[in-house]
């Protein structure tokens, strides 16, 4: 079994020598293995904000149509980045598989159920169906395959969390050490936006 690239650069396709984030489009084959990948079940997307309202914009409020175009952008991509936004969002998943040669190995079990932190404009996608979408919330069940690389961020799903808030919590996780890194005490801040994660900037 080969390795792969810890950012994985092997699964990139197009263009070629890029990094998976700004790459246009991804290897997602989920018969693929390699040692230094997590294979993950996928249960539940949570969209970017800014990535569904430019979604539910283009095609409008139909549940049908939303996961249709959703469903379009990672057969043609490989991974869920939207093309307008270029955001994508995270995911729910159970581990079905730990590489040999990923940090996971000794620390999580296939069944453990984990939240992605890193963002699906660079994790290989595969969906085989996807069952609903919350309109409201921007969140989708769905059933397929996703591939965390070795430098991929995870948590495990806390038991006493529901799973919708965890998800919402879990993907905006890196803005207080964000925020932390930014400011210091006494500093003076300006807040931009209210519309959610997408939407606000500090200055």
Known sequence: MAIGHRYGLHRVLEPPGA?????WRLDNDPTK????????DVER???????FRQILGEVGADEAAVA???????AER??????????????IGRVREI??????????????????????TLTPLHLRRIRRVHLASGQVEAEGTAILFASGVWARLPDDVPERVALAVLDVCGAPALTARLVQPGDTVLVLG???KSACQLT
């Open 19 to 23: 990094l998976p984030q700004p790459a």
């Open 33 to 40: 293995r390699f040692a230094s990948e997590l294979v993950l």
């Open 45 to 51: 997307l949570n969209v970017d904000a800014a990535s």
């Open 68 to 74: 249709a175009r959703i469903a379009a952008i990672v």
């Open 78 to 91: 490989g991974k869920l980045h939207n093309p307008v936004t270029g955001s994508g969002g995270m995911l």
């Open 99 to 120: 590489g040999p040669a990923h940090p996971a190995t000794g620390q999580l079990a296939p069944g453990d159920r984990v939240a992605t932190l890193v963002s699906l």
């Open 194 to 196: 209210a519309g959610g």
